[in-house]
């Protein structure tokens, strides 16, 4: 049975960005798609920005899974509506984009987290509201720009050799309604189908991330972290121009009320022009000349960052008698050096129609295959699981490995939720439900399992419906920091 076709007609609105991203896999351009929540409008009546952002994977390439699909249209438009800055993209392969599927799944896992370093910092840079005043945590860190406008904190390079230092996050920002905002933004990563696949099998958010602290300068990670960075900054420019033009409209509106006076006709139902204005990012071109001015404007700065903050120093060469001065060569930079103040997120997961068993096992290759000998042969008998045993039985004929129990051990540490009908045509509801009760029944477990009855592995009709509103209660809980 295939996947539904990729629809032409989305649910989604326009994405804010279309851009490419090079795979931590092999730098292969992964087609990505970026959507700004309402908070991040020009309206200055919109909610404030809490930086809460979520990562929807498709379901299987070769079966017609894109970043297009219909269930992944409802989960992100969801997500979007609930204040969350949604990223899709397209696994390798998928949907005319570069490259194939591979066998393993790892070079996939590697797309997916190349997605989350970027959206990670995209979020962590973007800032065009904040109202900073002097003496604020923020502004010690960041400082502010002409007229009190922020200033964004540019990315340093850290020459050979010198140390690899964590900066711990920045606290808690109160937002310009004066309401707290949570402890910690949410970074929620779904996945539908082979999507959530995948994200069952990524490793721990803190794991990825660390792969983004220092990146070698020219490697995937690096230029997925320009990249965010560049289109964060350019954002906040379009953003915060949009929203002032919108305020000074309105200003001007409202003294021209006050004074009893209209002038231009029809002049107070015309829209800004700069609220208006068009800012398409669709050419690879411009972001390239964006993130090659940022790493022109780096790699020229006229001041090394302090060694307290993990620069290198300045090599100084011998003196020669024959000199009578003394001279200075600077160090080529080789890694980014970590992100002042960088987003420590909140992970939650969201898996639609995961894929378990037997399924899971041929996508990921993680069993040897049946045709050797018969003690390799995958077990045919069933196994029940008592709740009073440290591991259910097939673990003890068959050991997981670390990075499957690494993986699956996240899914219990952090607010979880599964969704997945009775009437799956690729798993077995038994192995599901089997599947769900071992996570579920790990003490202190965050891993919950909502069962549709009647609904396949394509959410269609009612279905859809009763899936859409599991997920927007569970997102909506996770907000709150408690899992419904």
């Not at 189908?193 to 660390?210: C, K, Q």
Request: hydrophobic share 35%.
């Amino acid at each position: 049975m295939a996947e539904p076709e990729c629809s032409s007609s989305s649910m989604l609105p326009e994405p804010t960005l279309t851009f490419t991203l090079p795979s931590l896999h092999d730098a292969l351009p992964l087609d990505c798609r970026v959507y700004h929540p309402h908070s991040l409008s020009a309206s200055p009546r919109a909610p404030p920005w809490r930086k809460h952002a979520a990562i929807v994977a498709h379901p299987y390439a070769p079966l017609g899974g894109c970043y297009d699909d219909p269930v992944v249209d409802i989960v992100a438009g969801n997500l979007l509506r609930l204040g969350f800055l949604v990223g899709t993209f397209n696994f390798r392969g998928a949907h005319g984009s570069a490259g194939r599927t591979s066998w393993t799944a790892k070079a996939e896992s590697a797309d997916y987290m190349t997605v989350v370093g970027f959206v990670s910092h995209y979020v962590h840079f973007l800032d065009p509201f904040v109202p900073l005043t002097p003496g604020s945590p923020i502004s010690r860190d960041y400082g502010n720009g002409p007229n009190g406008s922020p200033h964004v904190p540019q990315v340093t390079l850290s020459p050979p050799g010198s140390p690899s230092k964590r900066i711990s996050p920045l606290p808690s920002p109160t937002f310009p309604n004066g309401t707290p905002g949570n402890d910690t933004p949410v970074l929620l990563l779904a996945g539908y189908s082979y999507g959530a696949m995948i994200t069952t099998n990524l490793p721990p958010l803190e794991s990825i991330l660390a792969q983004f602290d220092t990146p070698a300068c020219g490697s995937s990670a690096a230029e997925a972290r320009l990249r965010a960075q560049h289109l964060a900054e350019t954002q906040n420019v379009i953003l915060a121009s949009a929203r002032a033009a919108v305020v000074d409209s309105q200003k001007r509106r409202s003294y021209r009320k006050s004074l009893g006076l209209r002038v231009g006709g029809d002049e107070d139902n015309r829209k800004s022009h700069d609220s208006k204005r068009s800012f398409s990012l669709d050419l690879e071109d411009r972001i390239h000349k964006g993130v090659t001015e940022l790493k022109t404007k780096i790699s020229h700065r006229k001041r090394l960052v302090s060694a307290d903050q993990g620069a290198g120093e300045m090599v100084q060469e011998p003196i020669s008698p024959n000199k009578a001065t003394e001279t200075v060569t600077p160090v080529a930079p080789e890694h980014l050096l970590p992100v002042q103040g960088h987003i420590a997120f909140h992970a939650a997961y969201l898996l639609i129609s995961p894929l378990q068993g037997v399924v899971t096992s041929l996508a990921t290759m993680s069993f040897p295959s049946p045709l050797g000998s018969i003690s390799r042969r995958i077990p045919t008998r069933s196994f029940s699981w008592s709740a009073t045993k440290n591991t259910p039985p097939s673990e003890e004929l068959f050991p997981r490995r670390p990075a499957l129990v690494e993986a699956e051990s996240k899914l219990c540490a952090n607010p979880t939720l599964a969704i997945y009908g009775d009437r799956d045509g690729f798993v077995a509801a038994r192995k599901l439900r089997d599947w769900a009760t071992r996570l579920q029944e790990v003490p202190n477990s965050k891993f919950r399992a909502h069962e549709v009855s009647g609904a396949g592995h394509f959410w269609v009709g009612s279905t859809a419906l009763i899936m859409r509103d599991a997920i927007r209660t569970f997102a909506e809980g996770v907000l709150r920091d408690q899992v419904i």
